[in-house]
């Protein structure tokens, strides 16, 4: 997935809210947009290089759109909507397995009481993909989620109840960055949702975790990152 251009590199002075931040661009500070609800507690911190995509609209009340931070020597895309350009772009390159012979990838698709990511048609097969973006790394483990998410776990049982009738169902993580070798439920924030995932797995869900390939200019999946469900694993 390409990046938007241009990118101007920043340094954060802190996180006003949720939805905006504040960020010191040159000699001047500018309001950004955070595309991205979740904590980021690690990565939005006092000092942090960023890098944001400057938008002029008189509309917005923010000058630009953060999208990554330079964490360690890592890069890390911190914009939800991301993830599932990133896998649609990835499925239709015939890279996620064990999808294969992909002919088209449909977005945001009517399913349960809301919406599926993607809809992926490979060979006679169609599958419902849930995906969901990972930016919390700890030791070189990706967790997720970093807060608790009643919407992720509704998603993850609607899919669990799909699988057991027979339908073809993945839940794919995107970890938005390349630091990480393995990724694992976040049990201890919240152990309904990694309940859940277990039990979806156990229903024949297919439960896939990829870290990614992350420039000023793409992000891109790469490896495969091995999955632990299990808190005792």
Same mark, same amino acid.
Not at 99 to 120: A, H, K, P, Q, Y
């Given at each position: ?14 996180r006003? *809210?949720?939805?905006?931040? #504040?960020?010191r661009? !040159? ?6 947009h955070?595309? *991205?609800? !979740? ?6 911190v006092?000092?942090? %290089?960023?890098?944001?995509h400057?938008?002029?609209?008189? +509309? %917005?009340?923010?000058?630009?759109d953060?999208l990554?931070v ?10 939800s ?8 772009? &990835? ?8 999808? +294969? ?20 048609? &490979? ?34 049982e ?10 073809? &169902? ?5 970890? #938005? ?8 439920? *976040? ?14 797995? &156990?229903?024949g ?10 420039? #000023? +200019? ?16």
């Open positions: 997935m390409n990046l938007p251009r241009p990118l101007e590199e920043g340094t954060l002075v802190r006003l *809210n949720r939805f905006a931040a #504040q960020v661009v !040159g000699r001047g500070t500018w309001r950004v955070v595309p *991205n609800t !979740g904590r980021l507690g690690e990565l939005l006092e000092g942090a %290089r960023v890098y944001i400057p938008v002029a609209d008189a +509309r %917005r009340a923010t000058r630009g953060l990554l330079r964490h360690g020597r890592a890069l890390v895309s911190v914009d909507r991301a993830p599932a350009a990133i896998a649609a772009e &990835a499925f239709l390159s015939q890279t996620v397995p064990p999808l +294969r012979g992909v002919t088209e990838v449909v977005r945001e698709v009517s399913f349960g009481r809301g919406r599926i990511d993607l809809c992926v048609r &490979a060979e006679s097969e169609e599958w419902l993909v849930e995906v969901k973006g990972c930016t919390l790394v700890r030791g070189g483990v990706a967790i997720f989620p970093d807060a608790p998410t009643e919407r992720g776990r509704r998603h993850v609607e899919l669990a109840a799909f699988a057991a009738q027979g339908g073809r &169902a993945m839940v794919l993580f995107v970890i #938005q960055r390349s630091d990480a070798h393995r990724f694992r439920a *976040n049990h201890e924030t919240d152990p309904r949702f990694a309940g859940a995932l277990a039990d979806a797995a &156990a229903a869900v297919v439960i896939r975790a990829h870290t990614c390939r992350v420039t #000023q +200019r793409r992000v891109t999946l790469g490896p495969a990152a091995p999955v632990t469900l299990h808190p005792t694993q």
